[in-house]
């Protein structure tokens, strides 16, 4: 090899060294700018959960994915052939719901022990998680007799207010329409601690959730804000379920080129609810170091 060989070939050598130290430093840097940290939000939930550790809050809003892979062609064609015509009375069927009036009474138990919330009269019931009571839905025009609203007991329409169901139409229809929609994403009963989860994620959006010593929580709580502004955020306890009652989780690794973290949570009531959490690495490390004593599989993070 000439003298003027081994230069150029010091040279590809030091181009390709330079290159991939280049990329190193590139790497590091993106790490370090996606790294985050939970402890502004822990700051803020610590409070609202007093004898707890609190080891994690979600820094991205938990959500339920429409369907399965595997449910939505089914889920296409039942669609399709009831679209001009949604019987209720059928959904209680493929739902095994064999007595509505008795089945929205079981719905509301999971809620009642699982949220905390007092379920007082409508109104009340709204300002007791930070929204505003919900309006009479207005008239259509034009429309010759005024509907009457179906009549609710005190309990009942303090549940409807809660997650904004119409009071034009039975609960019962209403709730059986929500399961059936969501039945490849839980186990299909609203009356478990899963279906229970399912209507607060159903109801509200921006739900983190969060974990702590001895229980398992959904937030109200809005996005961080931008580092030169305030931090305003008065976060709000949605949910609540003890970890006791969690059975298991099995957490799966993030789709390549997509920060999504699917989790199934299984409840002992036998109960069960599929999430996905749009976060960073780090977030998901975090949740799952929370979540170390439940059983469960585990991804390579």
């Known amino acids: 090899m000439t003298s003027g060989e081994r230069g150029r070939l010091g040279r590809f050598t030091d181009a390709v060294l330079g290159g991939a130290r ?33 080891r994690y809050v979600g820094l991205a809003p938990v959500r339920t ?24 009375r059928a959904l209680f069927g493929l739902l095994n719901i064999v007595n509505p009036v008795v089945w929205v009474d079981a719905v ?40 009457e609203p179906i009549p609710l007991t005190e309990e009942q329409e303090a549940f409807r207010a809660l997650f904004r169901l119409s009071r034009y139409r039975p609960l019962a229809d209403q709730l059986a329409e929500i399961a059936y929609r969501r039945r490849y994403v839980f186990s299909g009963d609203l009356a478990t601690l899963a279906g229970s989860m399912l ?28 580092a030169d502004r305030p931090d305003r955020r008065q976060p ?48 998901q490390s975090r949740f799952l170091t929370a979540i170390r004593e439940l059983p469960g599989q585990r991804p390579t993070m």
């Open 22 to 54: 280049a990329a190193r430093d590139k790497a590091r840097e993106l790490r370090d700018e996606f790294r985050t940290s939970d402890e502004p939000e822990r700051a803020l939930v610590a409070p609202l959960l007093p004898g707890q550790e609190l």
């Open 65 to 88: 994915p429409e369907t399965h892979k595997a449910g939505r062609q089914l889920t296409d064609r039942v669609a399709g052939e009831m679209a001009e015509a949604l019987d209720p």
């Open 108 to 147: 509301m138990t999971p809620v009642r022990l699982a949220a905390g919330v007092l379920l007082l009269p409508g109104r009340a019931a709204a300002v007791a998680v930070g929204l505003p009571a919900a309006e009479p839905e207005p008239s259509p025009p034009h429309q010759a007799p005024q509907r």
């Open 199 to 226: 209507l607060f994620l159903e109801r509200y959006t921006g739900t983190p959730l969060a974990v702590s010593d001895t229980h398992l929580h959904l937030l109200r709580m809005g996005s961080r804000p931008d």
């Open 236 to 283: 709000r306890l949605l949910w609540s379920v003890e970890r006791t009652r969690v059975a298991r989780v099995d957490s799966e690794g993030g789709v390549a080129g997509l920060m999504q973290f699917p989790s199934t949570i299984f409840f002992d009531d036998g109960s069960w609810i599929r999430i996905v959490n749009p976060a960073t690495r780090d977030d």
